[in-house]
């Protein structure tokens, strides 16, 4: 008994047995005057029944002198023979005296945290006026009873328990972070408690002591900024409008808002000018939203509809202001703003029932109000707050930042595609040399369109070029680029350069462009091009690459395969020749020009791409068309980083029956004989309507080789689509026109070659060159 300040014995009829010299001490009652009376004569007030379960609690006497004294005191049971309870012991601990002990009490009391004291069975002993607010009840009511029965039956609840058992038994302090709602708050708080062992003189374990600072500010603040970096990382990771405003809608749903939608102005969308935000009501389109529920049915306005939203309404109110708008239950705006949207959508009112608090936040970027975010609390039950406001404002910057972005690429993209698909053929006229057939897919990649490019020339003698090309680079730098060098090709093709003299020609010119200033993007990165000039009468395919991947030959028998081409030097390197490669094909063949994008991609072997490009031109298709996307479907990379650009050529031959052709002696005396051969063929093709002009043209261009020309002469008449006739001689002199003089006796027949006929030009050839002239053939 020397352990404890005071001790009492009482036996099973509730007399008192015992009384210590502490007990005295305490109540000034001698043990005479207390021993065999009834224990209740000395309560001043009645035991509450919870610290009758607990044995243990606080309690008041009466004091022989002092009117009353409370104690803090625990009951043991003392046991007979057969183990049945015969009495009880009753403890208390000796109150500190003295200014130390008022002041620790006091110190318990006031402390702003939240304190409270518990046996080793877990039953309450103490608390201070925090723990009595947290738990909403006066002390009274929870001393003596278990902590589990005072709490909802809840993960967190056992968690608590279970750590201040642990501290009972171990006695080890426990320090734990927690967040949980309790009894008298209305939402769950970040909770820093910290559990010890309060031990008797013995050092035993008596009590289990805690303390719960309430760390939801700080906790709110790590949160908000966890948000923060989680927008950093969340949104934006695509240069798409609607998917940016969608990404901002999932991140606000559920942690910050049970409702949340992005409404932008039409122009964000599409338009090219930037109207600055008008005065009273003002029309956005929906572009996201969401919520706690599948399909959103809180949602008034439907994706992709255009709501006009009043001067009053927190949306509005928010782009006029440029700030975030807070607005709650039981302000007349508030009210007025969830009728109008009960009234536009009826059917979601069940699901708005409870909307307590809204935020309204603009989007701007750059000086820019592009729209406005919304949030809207209904089973949160905390209202959003001037903290709530700062942090909707820093996300919706951030997001406005990569809604403009992605704004601004796809105007740019759209730009840049406009740009080059104006610079691409639209409908290739039709060739007699070629059937065609194109396809060009513009990457989807950020980084933008890309440069390549296609083309189909007619030449002289119903020759066709066909180009492809790609400059490397993206955006409108690169287009612009690509219709130069388009520009280019189409010029030097029109003086029919051979293809290697071509790309040495157009590889000068980007040289020249990059060493002016005007290219540097293409003396950068460079630039690939692959021309070939096909002739339907000798079916002869010439071609030569700068730096582009070799084409591909589907025969009519089948078989594919990739042609052996040199891929010579890219474009803009310079000093590095240009090797040509000549192939017959047979009528009927499928030539394949195609830029990088369709067989090059990361980890993918271009040898094995090369073979899945020859087996798709090699299966069955019922047209050009179907087998361009049977190539595409089939070698296209799932998700190309590049632009695609794919050119098909089915060649056709010129036969026998639509040629002719006569070797010309170097005699002036041959220009009759060789016109009447011309007459004649006329007539065969059933063509007299033509004789007279050709009769001229032939005398002009074969009299002007004899004269001016080198042997050997030659005479060759194409009948097609039209009358083509082409003079060759082994001079390598082009001519040229000139203005006779009104006394001059020569001079006048290329000019009346070219009054009379559709147009007529000059090539050079391996030979020498050869000059032509083109008439339309009569109607039927």
Known sequence: MEQVAAAATIDARGRVTGWSEGARMLTGYLAEEVVGRPAADLLAEDVPTAVLVARAGRIVLRHRAEGTVTLTVSACPLLGPDGSEEGYVITTERPREGPEATLAARAFEQASMSMSVFDTQQRYLRLNEAACRVMGVPEEVLLGRP????????????????????????????????????????????????????????????????????????????????????????????????????????????????????????????????????????????????????????????????????????????????????????????????????????????????????????????????????????????????????????????????????????????????????????????????????????????????????????????????????????????????????????????VDLPPDELLTHLDDLVIHLASDGFDDEVAELGATCLYSVYDPVSRRLTMAAAGHPPPAVLLPDGTARLVPLSAGPPLGVGGLPFEAVELELPEGAVVALYTDGLIEERDRDLDHAGAELCRALATPADSLDALCDTVLKAVMPEEPSDDVALLLARTRALGADRVATWDVTPDPAQVAPTRQAAT???????????????????????????????????????????????????????????????????????LLVAQLTQRWGSRQTGRGKTIWAEQPLPPG
């Open 147 to 494: 902590f589990l029965e005072t709490v909802e039956d809840a993960v967190h609840s056992r968690g608590f328990h279970n750590n201040l058992r642990q501290v009972a038994q171990t006695g080890r302090p426990v320090q734990y972070e927690s967040f949980t709602g309790a009894p008298a708050l209305n939402r769950e708080h970040a909770w820093s408690i910290e559990m010890w062992p309060v031990r008797n003189d013995d050092g035993e374990v008596s009590a289990v002591a805690l303390a719960a600072l309430d760390s939801s500010p700080q906790y709110w603040a790590r949160q908000r900024l966890a948000l923060l970096n989680e927008a950093a990382a969340s949104i934006g990771t695509t240069l798409d409008v609607v998917r940016t405003a969608e990404e901002l809608v999932e991140l606000l749903v559920p942690r910050y808002a049970d409702f949340a939608s992005v409404d932008l102005l039409d122009w964000v969308l599409g338009a090219d000018e930037l109207p600055t935000v008008a005065d009273g009501d003002i029309v956005l389109r929906r572009v996201a939203h969401g919520s706690g529920h599948e399909g959103t049915p809180e949602a008034a306005v439907r994706l992709g509809e255009a709501d006009v939203y009043p001067a009053f309404s927190p949306p509005a109110r928010s782009l006029h202001t440029g700030r975030a708008v807070l607005s709650q239950a039981g302000e007349p705006d508030f009210v007025r703003w969830v009728a109008e949207r009960n009234a536009r959508a009826p059917a979601g009112r069940p699901y708005r029932k409870g909307v307590h608090s809204m935020l309204a936040v603009p989007l701007r970027a750059r000086g820019t109000t592009l729209g406005v975010a919304v949030g809207v609390r209904i089973r949160d039950a905390e209202d959003y707050g001037p903290d709530d406001a700062v942090l909707a404002e820093e996300l919706a910057s951030r997001a406005a930042v990569c809604i403009d972005n992605a704004r601004r690429f796809a105007r740019e993209r759209n730009t840049a595609l406009a740009l080059q698909r104006s610079l691409l053929p639209r409908g290739l006229p039709g060739q007699v040399a070629v059937e065609v057939a194109h396809r060009y897919l513009p990457s989807g990649s950020p980084a933008g369109i890309g440069g390549d490019w296609f083309d189909v020339i007619p030449l002289s003698g119903n020759r066709v070029g066909l180009v492809v090309g790609d400059v490397v680079g993206h955006g409108i730098p690169s287009s612009a680029t690509m219709g130069r060098l388009c520009t280019a090709v189409r010029t030097l093709a029109d």
């Open 680 to 750: 004649e063929q006329l007539a065969a093709w059933g063509l007299e309507e033509t004789a007279f002009v050709t009769e001229l043209v032939v005398s002009e261009l074969v009299t002007n080789a004899i004269r001016y020309g080198e042997p050997p002469i030659q005479l060759r008449l194409i009948r097609d689509h039209s009358l083509i006739c082409e003079v060759s001689d082994g001079s390598s002199t082009s001519p040229h026109l000139r203005r006779a003089h009104a006394y001059d006796e020569g001079g006048r027949g290329l």
